[in-house]
């Protein structure tokens, strides 16, 4: 029988690699990514979500296998560390190239900036100091913690108050729309009792 001990960092980027996952999963759905309509995209996509899964699968494995803790763990967060920043990469791209073609393009800008910032802050930092070879000391985590804490909350807030505002723009086109065509209707109707006299 294995047992699998996941230390806190193992289990930080096992977090991390699944929080990535998410996002990408979210995002291309979001932006209606397809092979058909946006191929390139559509594979830049499922090549970190690919990275994402082996991340996960490299840190579990790690952890019940290995010994050597601390060069697979730095391995691992490195290689996490630069998926995130990857997928913000990619993030900003896909915003970029359906900006005009895609309406979630505009409110995932809206919502989603301040988490992109929070988050490359936080992995800019992190990775610059794991790189050093450095310990992140108690005072920079907390800031580092609060940073990224504040852009998820902004991030929730903006979202929410954005799909909001869509759902209001889109129940008063459909008021609209509904109103049109009542009005046609009315005037069929008319047209064809004048037509009947």
């Not at 309509?37 to 994402?52: D, E, F, K, N, V």
């Not at 800008?109 to 490359?120: A, N």
């Not at 794991?130 to 504040?150: Q, V, Y």
Request: hydrophobic content about 50%; glycine content about 4%; proline content about 1%.
């Amino acid at each position: 029988i294995l047992q699998v001990n996941l230390d806190l960092e193992g289990l930080s980027v096992i977090a991390a690699a699944f929080a990535t996952f998410g996002g990408l999963l979210f995002s291309r759905t979001f932006f209606n990514i397809r092979r058909t309509h946006y191929p390139t995209l559509h594979y830049a996509y499922y090549t970190l979500l690919g990275l994402s899964l082996l991340v996960i699968g490299v840190q579990v494995l790690r952890s019940a296998f290995f010994e050597d803790e601390n060069f697979w763990n730095n391995i691992t967060s490195i290689i996490a560390a630069l998926l995130a920043l990857s997928t913000i990469i990619l993030f900003i791209v896909s915003t970029v190239f359906l900006w005009k073609k895609e309406s979630a393009a505009q409110l995932f800008v809206y919502s989603m900036t301040p988490l992109m910032i929070g988050i490359s802050i936080y992995v800019s930092f992190w990775l610059s100091i794991t790189i050093a070879g450095d310990d992140i000391s108690r005072e920079d985590s907390l800031l580092l913690n609060t940073i990224l804490f504040c852009s998820i909350a902004l991030q929730m807030i903006l979202f929410s108050v954005n799909i909001g505002h869509n759902l209001k723009k889109l129940e008063l086109e459909k008021l609209a729309l509904q109103k049109n065509i009542n009005q046609k209707l009315t005037n069929e109707v008319d047209r064809q009792t004048q037509s009947l006299i």
